[in-house]
């Protein structure tokens, strides 16, 4: 599975972003997907998933109440909305497909300024 991420960018804290990732498979979307970030010398941290039956975690306390995950099975796409930013969620945000072997896409830049 080819993962391709959009959006992103530079935003003021307190701002919004949307984070896409569209999934190009040969098949249905019998899998989970969602997204990890990852900052200058911190590790990879899970942010939210999606099963492939609908459920929607937020796996991250510190985002919780203001980053919602959403996906749409009709256009492969999982979305990530992210409210109330704060400059300690810049990162690179990745999203993964729970195949086997999971599968990554490159990564998206997404940077709060105070």
């Known amino acids: 599975v080819q993962l391709v991420e959009s959006g992103g960018g530079l935003v003021q804290a307190g701002g919004s972003l949307n984070v896409s990732c569209v999934a190009f498979d040969d098949g249905s979307m019998v899998y989970d997907m969602g997204w990890y970030r990852q900052s200058p010398g911190k590790g990879r941290e899970a942010v939210a998933i999606?099963?492939?039956?609908?459920?929607?975690?937020i796996d991250l306390d510190a985002v919780k109440g203001r980053f919602i995950i959403s996906r749409d099975f009709t256009k492969k796409t999982v979305h990530l909305q992210m409210n109330s930013l704060k400059p300690e969620d810049s990162a690179t945000y990745y999203c993964?497909?729970?195949?086997?072997?999971?599968?990554w896409g490159q990564g998206i830049q997404v940077t709060v300024s105070s």
């Open positions: 999606s099963s492939w039956d609908g459920e929607r975690i």
């Open positions: 993964y497909a729970d195949t086997s072997p999971r599968s």
